[in-house]
């Protein structure tokens, strides 16, 4: 009985924390998605002006591009690392720490690191416009920076050691009693992957793919600094709103939005893994 | 392995010329991985020896340059909003540690199954909800209830991810500790707390160090959170260096953020070997 209150106790330590920090905070959000706004001010009351100038004419389109980005990036991302990840973990032999690792380090380096080069590399008059002539690839100017596709190129290079480790993780879990056995009863390399290996590697997409997709949707640093800050997703409307129009009304309404899409995909990846991430969660708790 | 019955032992040489062909296709593809992940950080690296043009930062390398780095150590604008990153880095990282800790432990030992779950939910909700959100909605929070921006409510902010990262740490590690040995404390007569203190924490030590110094990195390396919450006078590394990113950078950003990663290495580097002894103790155990 009184080991039961302590623990309810302690319990409550990070429940309370995490309430004020963010709960209370999202319900803010929520409330404030149905009021009224003037500039800097929000009056309160059940409106859904919001709602309907977020997803209006104006609007609309960053929100369908956001999810667009995100979704497509994300697959561009999982179609990279898989083979990246499959030679980590079932090709490298004795070298697979150092195989994993070399991934890893730059996932390490601070977010600013990795995407601020883009802007010399992708440059006009940049080292990637030069060695693209030398090889003679490219006749004109490079013209990449300050678009989408500068966005997606930096986007991939971030994203992409989380999908790879994901992938490794339960790739390197298949045991290789499977794989034998599938080549002793005369598949073909080929066959083997496609029908054993995939199949078992699922878990690992879906959660490669949660953990690239989420975070992309919010994406706020990258297409500011590569997309040459046009307001070309969600996060930077959203920002915006914020910051410089004082609207955080429609701010709030936009973030309700981003956060229906998140669970819209998570809850699409957790049944296309038959519930697999719940699973976990209930035997680690348990 | 036993040879196969049906099947000839020998492979065909067609399928080992096609299992070697794939082999060094894969990693063609990896090493293509690398070079992109590396890319960046290299060029970050010798762009901050760029003699640059006009003081700011330019696509060619225009001449060596040693003088970026004695500006990065001697600009004061730089050198305070480094102060403030340390300090703000320090004491959200100490936060999120005690309550990171109390929650992994928790999700694992608390008696109440639905208490377990509501706190599995909360934290994995907390691991995938994008920056943008929390940020935004913590500056909706605080400016609503009229709570004054200042460097604790940037380290507050900071804290709810950093949570959930030291309470998976943490977890990973109570999984593995037998709880016959708490119980067993107990019928000597121990108090719930003296168990606490004396049979569990002493053995999280080396996982808490690691989530400590995960933690520590992510609060100093965040851009989004801090972009928010962040004043003229609370001015963290990351988002001065964002903002001159956006209106064109000098190289001696380019030579702080150098600076940056090679300590976040060294720091990530002493955070593995604690994640490493952590995992050894863990075999002996078993």
């Known amino acids: 009985m009184r080991r039961n209150t302590g623990d309810h106790v302690l319990a409550a330590v990070p429940l309370a924390w995490l309430a004020v920090l963010f709960l209370v905070p999202l319900g803010f959000t929520l409330v404030y998605s149905f009021g009224t706004s003037g500039f800097g001010s929000v009056t309160l009351g059940f409106s859904l002006d919001n709602y309907a100038q977020a997803l209006g004419p104006l609007y609309l389109q960053t929100f369908l591009r956001t999810l667009a980005f995100a979704v497509g990036t994300s697959i561009a991302c999982l179609l990279f690392a898989y083979p990246v990840a499959y030679a980590i973990a079932r090709r490298s032999g004795r070298f697979t720490v150092v195989a994993f690792a070399l991934i890893l380090v730059p996932y390490l380096a601070s977010l600013l690191i990795r995407v601020m080069s883009w802007q010399i590399l992708l440059a006009q008059g940049g080292p990637l416009e030069r060695i693209l002539r030398a090889v003679g690839l490219l006749r004109s100017p490079l013209t990449v920076l300050d678009s989408l596709p500068a966005v997606v190129i930096g986007t991939l290079a971030v994203y992409l050691p989380i999908a790879v480790i994901a992938l490794t993780v339960v790739l390197d879990r298949i045991p290789p009693e499977v794989v034998e056995a599938s080549q002793d009863l005369g598949a073909r390399p080929s066959s083997t992957f496609w029908t054993v290996i995939v199949p078992l590697s699922r878990p690992g997409v879906a959660t490669a793919a949660l953990l690239t997709t989420v975070p992309m949707l919010g994406e706020l640093v990258i297409p500011v600094l590569l997309g040459g800050n046009k307001g070309l997703f969600l996060a930077q409307a959203i920002s915006t709103q914020y910051a410089q129009s004082q609207n955080y009304a429609l701010g709030s309404a936009m973030v309700v939005l981003l956060v229906i899409a998140v669970g819209v995909i998570v809850a699409l990846l957790v049944r296309l893994t038959r519930g697999f991430d719940a699973a976990g969660a209930e035997r680690g708790a348990g | ?286």
């Open chain 2, 1 to 286: 392995m036993t040879a196969p019955l049906v099947q000839a032992p020998v492979r065909r040489p067609s399928v080992r010329a096609a299992r070697l062909a794939t082999a060094v296709a894969l990693w063609v593809w990896y090493g293509l991985a690398a070079v992109f992940l590396f890319a960046p950080i290299a060029t970050a690296i010798a762009y901050s020896f760029n003699e640059g043009v006009a003081g700011k930062q330019t696509s060619a390398f225009t001449g060596f340059s040693w003088s970026w780095y004695a500006q990065a150590f001697t600009d004061p604008t730089v050198r305070q909003a480094t102060e403030t990153s340390l300090r703000v880095a320090f004491w959200a990282a100490v936060i999120a540690v005690v309550i990171g800790t109390i929650l992994g432990f928790e999700l694992v030992r608390n008696p109440s199954r639905v208490v377990r779950r509501l706190l599995a939910g909360l934290t994995y909700i907390l691991l995938i909800v994008p920056e943008t959100v929390l940020g935004v909605s913590l500056l909706l929070f605080y400016t609503q209830t009229r709570i004054p921006l200042s460097e604790f409510t940037l380290v507050a902010a900071l804290t709810p991810p950093s949570i959930s990262v030291v309470a998976f740490v943490v977890r990973a590690r109570m999984l593995t500790l037998d709880p016959s040995v708490e119980d067993a404390a107990a019928d000597l007569g121990a108090s719930r707390l003296a168990t606490l203190r004396l049979i569990v924490l002493p053995q999280l030590v080396p996982a808490i160090g690691a989530a400590a110094l995960i933690a520590y990195t992510f609060a100093f390396d965040n851009v989004v959170i801090a972009n928010f919450l962040s004043t003229p006078v609370v001015n963290v590394l990351t988002v001065y260096l964002y903002g001159t990113l956006q209106y064109g950078a000098t190289p001696a950003v380019y030579a702080t953020t150098t600076i940056v990663f090679l300590a976040t290495i060294v720091v990530l580097a002493v955070a593995a070997t604690l994640l490493r002894t952590t995992l050894r103790l863990r075999g002996r155990i078993r």
